[in-house]
T-cell receptor
Framework: AQSVAQPEDQVNVAEGNPLTVKCTYS??????LFWYVQYPNRGLQFLLK??????LVKGSYGFEAEFNKSQTSFHLKKPSALVSDSALYFC????????????FGPGTRLSVLP | DTEVTQTPKHLVMGMTNKKSLKCEQH?????MYWYKQKAKKPPELMFV???????INESVPSRFSPECPNSSLLNLHLHALQPEDSALYLC?????????????FGSGTRLTVV
């Protein structure tokens, strides 16, 4: 069975500093990996995905993530955080071998302090 | 059109009421999903429709009844709900068998059962 862990419930970072939101996964085969962001009382917005190819993927709003197969990780990063980045972030995985459905991580709340 | 539209945005209903949630997309996606999300938790899959046919029901109580009248519309009929059913209900869509695609989520319906 596939699973996703986000080891930090909460990440606090000062505006202008780099941020990292951690994600590790477990799948039987090769993964498709995704990051979504959720602002209060809103649906999930797609940030970026890893399918194949370059391990460093770039997404929306200046975010990027690095796929590390040996560590089964897909950490989300941004070089310089903005207060407006404060939100709930979900990592998700789809197993290539069984198709359809996402498994979401528990979420990490990011607070960027002015 | 690259959106999933959900109506209503907010709904308050009594335990004896019957109401419906509506979801619409015009991206040509043939897979549509209902998720339930409690506060500060990841979305939980309820139902999956593929080509207008119910393909997955994650053991959801019968007081929730999904319907997919056509390839663009997805409804969730509600009857005799309990207060613990209060949550954000999210609709999503994706290309069928498009495992390398992310889901497009709607903004959700905030449901309160009184």
């Amino acid at each position: 069975a596939q699973s996703v862990a986000q080891p930090e419930d909460q990440v606090n970072v000062a505006e202008g500093n780099p941020l990292t939101v951690k994600c590790t996964y477990s799948v039987s085969g090769n993964p498709y990996l995704f990051w979504y962001v959720q602002y209060p009382n809103r649906g999930l917005q797609f940030l970026l995905k890893y399918i194949t190819g370059d391990n460093l993927v770039k997404g929306s709003y200046g975010f990027e993530a690095e796929f590390n197969k040996s560590q089964t990780s897909f950490h989300l990063k941004k070089p310089s955080a903005l207060v407006s980045d404060s939100a709930l972030y979900f990592c998700a995985v789809r197993d290539r071998s069984n198709g359809q459905n996402f498994v979401f991580g528990p979420g990490t709340r990011l607070s960027v302090l002015p | 059109d690259t959106e999933v539209t959900q109506t209503p945005k907010h709904l308050v209903m009594g335990m004896t009421n019957k109401k419906s949630l509506k979801c619409e997309q015009h991206m040509g996606h043939r897979a549509m999903y209902w998720y339930k999300q409690k506060a500060k938790k990841p979305p939980e899959l309820m139902f999956v429709y593929s080509y207008e046919k119910l393909s997955i029901n994650e053991s959801v109580p019968s007081r929730f009844s999904p319907e997919c009248p056509n390839s663009s519309l997805l409804n969730l009929h509600l009857h005799a709900l309990q207060p613990e059913d209060s949550a954000l209900y999210l609709c999503a869509s994706s290309p069928p068998r498009g495992e390398n695609y992310g889901y497009t989520f709607g903004s959700g319906t905030r449901l309160t059962v009184v």
